[in-house]
């Protein structure tokens, strides 16, 4: 394992220190755990799925509000229920 030297403001030098104190874990464990858990974030793009983002916003006339009420929306439209033949 190779060392490195980082000079850190302050307010997030106490901040990893007291999360340590608390844990009982080394700094480097918490330092480590969260560099690892950003570049984890990093490799994968969250929002918005750039592959189809020229479509967003594309179709006229749904709800302002459907990505926060799909659900609400699908049940209304009888999406999921058995058909009757």
């Given amino acids: 394992m190779k060392t490195l030297t980082v000079r850190l403001p302050e307010p997030l030098a106490a901040a990893i220190e007291a999360e340590a104190?608390?844990?009982?874990?080394?700094?480097?464990?918490v330092v480590r755990?969260?560099?690892?858990?950003?570049?984890?974030?990093?490799r994968e793009?969250?929002?918005?799925?750039?592959?189809?983002?020229?479509?967003?916003?594309?179709?006229d006339g749904l709800?302002?509000?459907l990505g926060m009420r799909k659900k609400r929306y699908?049940?209304?439209?009888?999406?999921?229920?058995?058909?009757?033949?």
């Avoid at 755990?33 to 990093?42: D, F, Q, S, T, V």
């Fill in 21 to 29: 104190r608390g844990r009982r874990v080394s700094k480097s464990d």
């Fill in 63 to 65: 709800p302002a509000d």
């Fill in 33 to 42: 755990e969260r560099l690892a858990r950003a570049a984890g974030a990093a």
């Fill in 45 to 59: 793009p969250s929002a918005p799925p750039y592959d189809i983002a020229d479509l967003i916003g594309s179709v």
């Fill in 74 to 85: 699908l049940k209304a439209t009888g999406y999921g229920r058995k058909r009757n033949r």
